[in-house]
């Protein structure tokens, strides 16, 4: 939908409002548009078909040093999207320019009458017969503001306009029809702004007004009037914003990693769309260009990435050794190159990295390159450096991810990987197509049983008060636990700085167990599978030890109940899908015990999010 944004101050107009419509572009769009006044105040325009980056490119070096403009971005209602249908529009001697966003209902019968007039029309939109409308008025002495409200008076539907004059360059007037689009203007020192929303302006100032419908304003660099439909003055509070440009990309939560937690079960969907499908049951991926041949002449699997894309890894590993039935192995990626692998043709190596530039993945895949691996990526990224080294791409369509520590993303990986095993198992012959479709079928049922996981959010958050003070944590897991296990407690290190280790539980024994007190809380994940009873083995020596349980458990369990001291039921999922939804207790709790330590839970210290030195 169409996206506004106006400026007049003492600032180069024309990169505020490119980067104001940079940040409507959500809304969705065609074409956008520019009209500047350059320091003659004779009036700049651009317009370009298709994204911003065909405007950027049209406008680059010829911008004019402008200290007012309007911008925007068009979504086609009324005539295809073109330069000539782009806004702004202008009137033939392009003495006024407008953008505006709705519809104008009756713009057939004004364009006839203007047209009547003498008025030529250069494009099929219903807005050019506004600032046709809007230049006659002005010829004819009447104020700029006064001119657009006997246009408005005029013209029928919801929408709202936002006008500029080569008369009055560095005005900027608008206006609200109905409850088509928003109008917001943004108060700042020496500068005012217009917007369709809040979100265009935030960079700029917190300090902003809202036009009602039937609502007027005028925006001049040092002051800003606003008047009723009948002309009237009309006093309009300025509000102050809580939000800031960060916090409203936040989406009103506290942190990116809360939003980014809480994004799982779209992120999830976002990644089988398109690849699981359901008639029948079975699962197509894109970004493997193998041939059956090579598949099948498939001896191995390598799978590498680093801190949490490895982890996603070892859950990887258990999907391709179940239903592609390859000999699979993880890899911490700087460690895989320099121990001389045994690569070959027949080896597939399936790389894992959300940012795609992650220094040590990008050598692991040289290495397996000069081996003449055959090798896949699993991206976030589109245009990263991974996707560039690899065969083929299977890109995880997360959207970004802000928050140093990755969560949504490997929850992204492990769902690919997945599907990749699958798809890999129907091509090698080894998947029972029942098996398949089971899988596809648990799959799409993840989006609520990650939402049901989710909801346990309160109870984390207790649970989180009772252990934030503890100084270490042992996360222990077997089967696919375990990589839920190393997760867990990586995800603490991270966000809290809590001392953390993760443990295949059956290592226990031979160390960790000397650790265990009644100062050291263990993570047990302990969901109902054939490691079951061993876990709770587990659970039951660190109790022996006056050691805490805090143990994951299926949906109304009630084998642990007199053993562990607190409990976490996860939803019920397919015993291969549980990683998926064990996952979300293990971010959950890191985030509420950082949230209660006062870690700056979206970028812990020493950590970066996109690692490029070895
Ligand atoms: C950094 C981030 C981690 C991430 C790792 C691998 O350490 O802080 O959250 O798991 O890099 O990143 P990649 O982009 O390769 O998945």
Not at 50 to 55: E, Q
């Amino acid at each position: 939908m169409c996206g506004i944004v106006g400026y007049t101050g003492h600032r180069p107009a024309g990169p505020i409002v490119i980067e104001g419509l940079r940040r409507l572009e959500y809304r969705g769009y065609d074409s956008a548009g520019v009209a500047l006044f350059d320091e003659r105040g004779e009036l700049y325009i651009a317009r370009a078909t298709g994204k911003l980056d065909a405007l950027v490119q049209r406008v680059e070096g010829t911008l004019p040093p402008a200290v007012c403009g309007i911008g925007h971005t068009r979504w086609a209602t009324h005539g295809e999207p073109n330069d000539a249908n782009a806004h702004p529009q202008l009137d033939p001697l392009g003495r006024v320019a407008i953008v505006h966003n709705g519809i104008i209902e009756n713009y057939d019968v004004l364009r006839k009458e203007v047209a009547e007039r003498g008025g030529l029309f250069s494009s099929e939109t219903d807005t050019e017969v506004v600032a046709h409308l809007l230049a006659e008025h002005v010829a004819r002495g009447i104020d700029l503001l006064e001119a657009l409200r006997l246009v408005v008076a005029g013209a029928q539907g919801a929408y709202s306009l936002v006008a500029v004059s080569v008369d009055e360059p560095g005005r900027i007037v608008a206006a609200r029809v109905g409850n088509a689009g928003g109008i917001v203007i943004g108060h700042g020192d020496g500068e005012h702004l217009v917007a369709s929303d809040l979100g265009a302006l935030l960079p700029h100032t917190r300090r902003v007004s809202f036009l009602e419908p039937g609502e007027f304003v005028d925006v001049r660099r040092d002051a800003v009037a606003y008047l009723d439909a009948e002309g009237q003055p009309l006093e309009k509070a300025v509000e102050e914003q809580p939000f800031d440009a960060v916090a409203t990309a936040k989406g009103g939560y506290k942190h990116f990693m809360l939003k980014e937690v809480h994004e799982q079960p779209v992120t999830v969907l976002d990644a089988m769309r398109g690849r699981y499908l359901l008639h029948p049951a079975r699962v197509e991926m894109d970004g493997l260009p193998f041939t059956v041949e090579q598949v099948r002449a498939l001896t191995r699997v390598v799978i590498v990435g680093m801190g949490t894309s490895m982890h996603a890894a070892m859950v990887g590993r258990h999907y391709i050794e179940r239903f592609a039935r390859i000999p699979a192995e993880v890899d911490n990626s700087a460690e895989f190159r320099y121990r001389y692998p045994v690569l070959d043709e027949h080896t597939l190596v399936i790389s894992i990295s959300q940012a795609g530039e992650t220094v040590d993945t990008l050598a692991a895949m040289d290495e397996a390159k000069r081996a003449g691996c055959p090798q896949v990526t699993i991206c976030n990224t589109p245009g990263a450096q991974t996707t560039r080294v690899a065969d083929g791409t299977v890109f995880m369509r997360s959207g970004p991810e802000v928050a140093v520590a990755s969560t949504k993303t490997m929850s992204a990986s492990m769902l690919l990987l997945h599907g990749i095993a699958l798809h890999l198992g129907r091509m090698r012959g080894t998947l029972d197509p029942e098996v398949e479709a089971r899988q596809v079928t648990a799959a799409l049922h993840l989006p609520v049983a990650i939402g049901e996981a989710l909801e346990m959010a309160p109870h984390l958050q207790r649970i989180a008060g009772r252990y934030a003070q503890c100084e270490d944590f042992l996360f222990l897991g077997r089967g696919l636990g375990y990589p839920m296990a190393l997760e867990g407690a990586l995800k603490l290190k991270e966000v809290s700085y809590i001392h953390a280790e993760g443990y295949a539980a059956g290592e226990m024994k031979h160390g960790p167990i000397a650790l265990i007190d009644e100062s050291m809380p263990t993570v047990a994940l302990a969901p109902r599978d054939e490691v079951f009873d061993k876990m709770r083995s587990n659970i039951q020596q660190v109790r022996a030890r006056h050691g805490a349980v805090i143990a994951v458990v299926s949906k109304d369990e009630h084998a642990l109940d007199d053993l562990a001291n607190d409990l976490i039921e996860l939803p019920a999922v397919d015993a291969a899908l549980v990683p998926l939804v064990a996952v979300v207790p293990m971010q959950l709790l890191s985030y509420y015990i950082a949230l209660v330590r006062g870690a700056d839970v979206d970028q812990p210290r020493n950590l970066a999010k996109t690692v490029t030195v070895e």
